[in-house]
């Protein structure tokens, strides 16, 4: 199994542009997350979503969209890329709620220079 | 609101000697408490979980975690470690009903042979 993937694993970005990390989970999870991890600063939620159609925001959200057409996939956009959004980016889905456990990607390293 | 402490930044401890991990949250009502571990490179894959019940937790890797109510504390141990645990781990708490984990900071494992 997959499990959770997401793509790319690392980008370099100028200011000002904008790109798409894309993760997509294989486990039918109604549940899905995207996180920002600063160094020490744990993670913070950037959105989240409940299931097709449905999204909204976490912590810090500025800066970002994001989008769920399918239950599989949840991509995280950036608009207009900021120095302030260099971080590593995880996604990861659960079946439901709180009481099932939520399986992590590998990441994406973003670097806006 | 609620939050994580992890107070020690880096812990290093020798192989086959005994590990205890430190967290203390702040949360109004009955805390959901995880532990997560990242290995470098990789995403987070939970350790274990407390929800309600026996207050000793036991989960993967031959890890379990006390809940202490009256201290506010969920630590994390092992009374082996191996060099294959030289990971970050990180405690989370959650309010009951929605999977929105509030991360502590982190606390990066060294293994000295």
């Known amino acids: 199994n997959a499990g959770v993937t997401q793509t790319p694993k690392f980008r370099i970005l100028k200011i000002g542009q904008s790109m798409t990390l894309q993760c997509a989970q294989d486990m039918n999870h109604n549940y899905m997350y995207w996180y920002r991890q600063d160094p020490g600063m744990g993670l913070k939620l950037i959105y989240y979503s409940v299931g097709a159609g449905i999204t909204d925001k976490g912590e810090v959200p500025n800066g970002y969209n994001v989008s769920r057409s399918t239950t599989e996939d949840f991509p995280l956009r950036l608009e207009l890329a900021a120095p302030s959004q260099t971080s590593v980016y995880f996604c990861?889905?659960?079946?439901?709620?709180?009481?099932?456990?939520?399986?992590f990607g590998q990441g994406t390293r973003l670097t806006v220079v | 609101a609620q939050s994580v402490t992890q107070p020690d930044i880096h812990i290093t401890v020798s192989e086959g000697a005994s590990l205890e991990l430190r967290c203390n949250y702040s949360y109004g009502a009955t805390p959901y408490l995880f532990w997560y571990v990242q290995s470098p490179g990789q995403g987070l894959q939970l350790l274990l979980k407390?929800?309600?019940?026996?207050?000793l937790v036991q989960g993967i890797k031959g890890f379990e975690a006390e809940f202490k109510r009256s201290q506010s504390s969920f630590n994390l141990r092992k009374p082996s470690v191996h060099w294959s645990d030289a990971a970050e781990y990180f405690c989370a708490v959650g309010p009951t009903g929605f999977q929105k984990l509030v991360f502590g900071t982190g606390t990066r494992l060294l293994v000295s042979p």
């Open positions: 990861a889905s659960s079946y439901s709620g709180l009481n099932t456990e939520a399986f």
């Open positions: 407390y929800f309600s019940g026996d207050t």
